[in-house]
């Protein structure tokens, strides 16, 4: 898979956007893949399932709220539940599980293009996390929607998804053991029931995940946002407490719950007070085990889980204290119920009853200061506990956030992706306070979203001059103001100043600043009064605030006295909650403390003021990193699988301005590049040369767009940008600039390969002729060839190899003539080894069911070490005579003998520590196998210079005379000049042993009786000796060959392969000798080829023949074999020339004048088809397509 950068939704940081279904317009190449990919690829999404929705909302083709709607819902009840609008994922809760996010998905989306794959949350996270590694930015995804959409579950799924993908150490593992584990912690402490969800996070979070430049997480931290701890102690009906209260009631053993005094839920008046203590599938007992092992994983010791359990029991004691009142004053129904609880703090008893009925107040009266007691009455005493069991609970929240972010901290500076799962958007029967604050953090998440995929988009294109047709939204920024804005004084401004000017009683604060906001807000269009509250409009419905409690919440003040009684406690990690660095151990978490925190113009901070700032702050850091979004809906409060409330569905499809974003998708460009950036990275594509900022970059753009074919309507260019629209259009890009790069890998490593391999040959050049230097004399095609070994193709013949021993590398292979003792010729395969000499050749089986038939068989095989001796003459011919120790020996003509025999030297030095002596004379005696008693086996060679072109054989009794035309002096040495030898495909097509007809040797006359007897034929044969192949007339050895056949295009050709048999019974690879495919003469005419090969299989010298088209494949000048495989047989030539008539090219029996025929018919050319495209890299070779048809030529036509 490739690993290019994967889009991304960051129109402002020029990334491209993600598309789903691609209704690819685009006539190339890389639509072609990327349909084919889809459609070949098995998905979970794709099996069985009509098409009867879109997985990419932007190819909607009606963009209504309606359509949209309506595509969730058949995506849903197909059990799809992720939709995409380009880079934006929006996620349907099921509320079920469903089967695609186990292991085989995990890997699935890894570095998956996104047109590969189904939508899928895995492929956000896959494209944040890549998108970090490769751009080295920050990425955040930001997850909203209503509460119960699935935002808690998506971050868990992103977070599992990145730990998995990332590799790492131990220690790596042990962070993310840490961040996976925070989920169930968090949970237990921050998450509770509600009616809308059972599972509600009633805090915010932002967890970053830090990683190497590697991708390896090596840290994390998390920011959590106003914690909704009133629900400590109320709770709607319904509704239960934080899952811990629970949690700890069920699992906790005999012991625990006698030192904590804890029993039933319902004993608990803070968690009695709604009935309500189980939650549907959620195992309290269970996951009480599953957040005492989070907090073993985040290294928090059992004596402190103690203490943090004692805290949880402590708050649920305190709940049951109750007050009655006299005479105004507060007093404490059962003083008994304040033992439990002041143990479980370390306090004492009377501390903790007096300070929940009084208070001490510190009044000022001129330049004196004087603490005065003030008793407290009923409401107030209910209060106090309120408040500080809440503000407990709070620090508690607290140091558990602080504790996992010291668990994973690091002080590395390295990228983050960071997580935004917040409390979403909620509307109850009565809202207050924390729903007003849920609310705003709403809000400004839904500005950001359109600050960045609407507006900013839109503002970019017309910045850009980019024609742009603008698109209307609901812009919430109006509403943000409405609550935060300090000059003209927004709500949260008007609350604080009622509180900073409230008297330590609250009474009346709260219609104080009732009135004001309508003094101030009254007239705002999203602010609408009404008797106990306001209601806001805000971007996801109206909501109605009940204004009770808003100045007291809002203060936030834990007080001072309380905060003593708690450090005076006895329990150390109670006193360090409360101690004065760690400001009541919540980073200045307001009013808890000993001392208010104070900001700005000396006023205290306010709960308003801190989520204010916060959410600011992280709109910050939100807009510094790349975004992903993902957009959660409800499709019920159900809570029940593929129930669809439309209209609740609707309802959130409007507010989440799905609609909008789709058109502004639809009209908008999936990517941007700055003029420099795009060229620089594309600059490749263009056939012209581009400087690196070239005086004109449009021009420089178009000429590239116009190189790969882009339309022109697929992109625009800016005052200094370019836009592109479809996402596809990006991928071809990237696809064509791929290609062109690994075109020019291939140059290079072309260049290298050649370069090394002309080193290599020039040293074994060097190697072979340095044994015959001032010994033989030397043709110029063997001085100066490329030596390749293998000149048979073993490895397309299996038949051959199974003769060899496995393990023995074939070191040369060649078809070769053997002379026997009546010094006629026979074609064998000669094989080196490093273990020995192989000669194979034909055999007729004897016996058995094949009998009759010809197999290859092992003629003889001579161990190296018995290799005692070669011996050559001091001529240019090619006659080998191999000495063998205690046997016969062995004559051979070798093509390629100077290569043969400096393996062979080679191979004695490297395992016998010998060379091959070597003897050069023109009188060679030697032995032949001697067949009965008393058989003369001595024969003889006789050497001597003749004048024809090729040498002639004479034979006499039992003399071989050859008469060897001059060749170049012995003192030859190579030039460096490479003459181009033929590869195996010539080879193994035409010098192999399956011709194994005995060659006909140019005798003297002698009597009929002493000749070979020629091969069944029909035809007769040629005058003199030699045979000829049926339809075929031989050439006789000593006649020059015949001119070569050539592949020849309207392109300049390079001469390097010999042209493959252009004879409709062509086969790629070389048949088992004298099976499949007729004998070939030495001249190369097959047997029952009927002539029409038109030379095909002909002797070719080296070097003389020329098959000229190239593919990619063959460009490799090394000796490295082609793929035989590749090549397929040419069609067959529709109108052959008869059979026994002959073809262009060959020439007609020796002695015999060819019949001249009237109409000579015009030989139809042999063609042969191209696999695969291939692009001519040098001149003198070709480009062709796959599937081109190219004419075979000879030579001389090119
Ligand atoms: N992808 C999902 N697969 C299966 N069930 C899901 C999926 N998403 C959500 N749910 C179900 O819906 C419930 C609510 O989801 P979740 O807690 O993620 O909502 P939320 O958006 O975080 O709500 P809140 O704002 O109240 O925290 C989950 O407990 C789970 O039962
Ligand atoms: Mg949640």
Not at 705 to 734: C, H
Request: proline content about 7%; glycine content about 8%.
């Amino acid at each position: 898979m490739r690993f290019f950068k994967k889009d991304s939704p960051t129109p402002g940081h020029g990334k491209g956007g993600r598309h789903g279904n691609n209704n690819n317009n685009n006539n190339n190449d890389v639509g072609v893949i990327a349909d084919h990919h889809r459609k070949a690829m098995y998905h979970w999404q794709s099996e069985g399932s009509k098409k009867s929705s879109v997985d990419d909302m932007v190819l909607l083709t009606k963009i209504t709220e309606d359509a949209i709607t309506d595509n969730l819902k058949r995506r849903l009840m197909e059990d799809k539940i992720y939709t995409y609008i380009g880079p934006v994922l929006v996620a349907v809760n099921p509320f079920k599980q469903l089967p695609y996010f186990g292991d085989k998905e995990l890997e699935m989306y890894q570095g998956a293009a996104t047109y590969e794959v189904p939508p899928h949350i895995y492929a956000v996270a896959d494209t944040m996390y890549r998108n970090m590694l490769i751009d080295s930015d920050n990425q955040c995804v930001i997850i909203s929607g209503e509460s119960g959409a699935g935002k808690t579950v998506s971050a868990k799924y992103i977070m599992n998804y990145i730990t998995k993908v990332s590799q790492g150490s131990s220690k790596v593992q042990h962070i993310k053991d840490i961040i996976l584990e925070s989920n169930p912690l968090l949970e237990a402490f921050g998450n509770a029931k509600t009616t809308r969800n059972n599972n509600s996070s009633r805090f915010g979070k932002y967890i970053e995940i830090q990683f190497s430049r590697g991708g390896e997480p090596l840290g994390g931290k998390i920011s959590n946002f106003l914690l909704e701890k009133s629900r400590v102690h109320s709770l709607n009906d319904g509704e239960r407490s934080f899952h811990i209260f629970y949690q700890l009631c069920a699992g906790a053993d005999s012991n625990m719950g006698e030192q904590l005094g804890i029993t039933t839920p319902d004993y608990f008046q803070y968690l009695a007070q709604s009935d309500v203590y189980k939650v549907d599938n959620m195992n309290d007992a269970h996951e009480f085990q599953e957040t005492l092992n989070a907090m073993n994983v985040m290294g928090i010791t059992e004596d402190t889980q103690l203490d943090i359990l004692r805290i949880v029991a402590a708050i649920l004691h305190m709940g049951n204290i109750t007050f009655a009142e006299q005479g105004n004053a507060a007093y404490i129904v059962s003083p008994d119920y304040l033992a439990f609880p002041a143990y479980l703090l370390g306090v004492s008893a009377e501390a903790l009853g007096q300070k929940l009925v009084s208070r001490v107040f510190d009044s000022k009266w001129g330049s004196k200061s004087e603490r005065v007691d003030v008793t407290l009455n009923m409401e107030q005493a209910q209060f106090t506990r309120d408040a500080w069991t809440k503000g407990l609970y709070a620090q508690l929240f607290d140091y558990i956030v602080e504790t996992i972010n010291k668990a994973m901290m690091t002080d590395a500076n390295l990228i983050n992706l960071g997580i935004l799962d917040i409390y979403g958007f909620e509307i109850f029967g009565k809202n207050g306070f924390e729903q007003f604050c849920i609310n705003y953090v709403n809000e400004k998440l839904q500005q950001i979203f359109i600050d960045l995929t609407l507006k900013s988009e839109q503002e970019e294109y017309n910045a850009e001059g980019i024609q742009w047709k603008p698109i209307k939204y609901f812009d919430n920024k109006i509403v943000c103001e409405l609550i935060e804005s300090k000059r003209p004084p927004g709500i949260m401004s008007i609350l604080d100043d009622t509180c900073a000017t409230m008297s330590a009683k609250s009474e009346g604060a709260d219609e104080d600043f009732h009135r004001k906001m309508e003094s101030q807000v009254g007239t705002h269009h999203h602010y609408q009064k009404f008797n106990q509250g306001f209601m806001i409009k805000h971007y996801a419905g109206n909501v109605s605030y009940h204004i009770d409690g808003f100045c007291e919440k809002n203060r936030d003040v834990l007080f001072p006295d309380i905060i003593e009684v708690m450090q005076s406690s006895t329990n150390p990690f109670i006193c360090s909650l409360f101690s004065d660095g760690a400001q009541g151990g919540g980073k200045g978490r307001p009013g808890v403390g000993t001392k208010a925190r104070y900001e700005g113009k000396g006023r205290p901070t306010t709960a308003g003021m801190k989520i204010r700032t916060q959410a600011n702050e992280l709109v910050t850091t939100l807009t510094k990193c790349v975004p992903h979004y993902i957009r959660c809906i409800k499709p019920n409060e159900t809570k029940k699988p593929h129930d669809w409330d439309n209209q609740m569905a609707k309802h959130q499809v409007e507010y989440l301005g799905l609609k909008e974003n789709i058109k502004v998708k639809r009209a908008g460009f999936a990517y941007r590049r700055p003029f420099h950036k795009f060229l620089q990275r594309y600059a490749i594509l263009s056939p012209q040369k581009l400087a690196n900022s070239p005086s004109n970059p449009t021009q420089a753009i178009d000429s590239i767009m116009a190189t790969i074919n882009m339309d022109r309507d697929q992109y625009q260019i800016g005052y200094s940008k370019v836009f592109i629209k479809d996402p596809e259009s990006l991928y071809m890009i990237e696809e064509c600039r791929e290609r062109k790069l690994d075109y020019y890998i291939r140059v290079i490593q072309n260049a290298f390969r050649k370069f090394f391999c002309k080193q290599k040959s020039n040293k074994v050049a060097m190697e072979a002729s340095q044994l015959f230097l001032n010994r033989k004399e030397r043709r110029e095609n063997s001085l100066n060839r490329n030596f390749h070994g293998d000149y048979i193709g073993m490895d397309f013949r299996p038949a051959l190899s199974a003769l060899i021993p496995r393990r023995e590398k074939v070191l040369f292979a060649l078809t070769v003539d053997k002379l026997d003792r009546q010094f006629r010729k026979s074609k064998r395969d000669l094989i080196l080894t490093k273990g020995g000499l192989y000669l194979i050749g034909l055999v007729k089986i004897k016996k058995g069911p094949e009998k009759g038939k010809i197999v290859q068989a092992l003629k003889r095989k001579i161990d190296l070490e018995n290799v005692t001796q070669a011996t050559l003459s001091t001529l240019r011919d090619n006659l080998v005579v191999i000495h063998v120790r205690n046997d016969y020996e062995m004559v051979l003509e070798v093509e390629f003998k100077a290569e043969l025999i400096m393996l062979l030297n080679r191979e004695l030095k490297k395992h016998h520590k010998r060379e091959l002596p070597l003897n050069f004379t023109n009188n060679i005696t030697y032995s032949v196998k001697k067949m009965r008693w008393g058989m003369n086996s001595q024969k003889k060679l006789v050497f001597t210079t003749g004048t024809g072109k090729e040498p002639e054989f004479v034979s006499s009794g039992n003399t071989l005379t050859i008469k060897v035309p001059p060749g170049l002096p012995n003192t030859s040495w190579p030039t460096g000049k490479r003459v181009i030898t033929p590869d195996i495909r010539m080879l193994g097509a035409t010098l192999n042993a399956s011709s194994n007809k005995k060659l006909p040797v140019h005798k003297k006359r002698t009597p009929p009786n002493h000749h070979p007897s020629p091969p069944a034929s029909h035809h007769s044969p040629p005058a003199g000796n030699q045979r000829a192949a049926p339809g075929f007339p031989p050439r006789p050895i000593g006649q020059p060959p015949r001119p070569s056949l050539g592949l020849t295009s309207h392109f300049p050709l390079r001469p390097t392969m010999p042209p493959p048999s252009p004879s409709p019974s062509f086969n790629p690879s070389r048949p088992p000798m004298g099976t499949e495919s007729p004998p070939t003469t030495r001249n190369g005419s097959a047997s029952g080829g009927g002539g029409g090969g038109g030379g095909s299989g002909r002797p070719m010298m080296p070097g003389q023949n020329r098959f000229v088209a190239r593919n990619p494949s063959f460009n490799n000048p090394s000796p490295i074999r082609p793929p035989m495989h590749q090549i397929r047989p040419p069609p067959p030539p529709s109108d052959p020339p008869p059979e026994d008539q002959p073809t262009v090219g060959t020439r007609p029996p020796f002695g015999v004048r060819p019949p001249v025929p009237l109409n000579k018919p015009k030989p139809k050319k042999p063609q042969v088809r191209a696999l695969f495209d291939y692009n001519a890299r040098d001149s003198d070779e070709m480009s062709f397509s796959a599937g081109d048809v190219l004419d075979l030529e000879e030579e001389g036509e090119c």
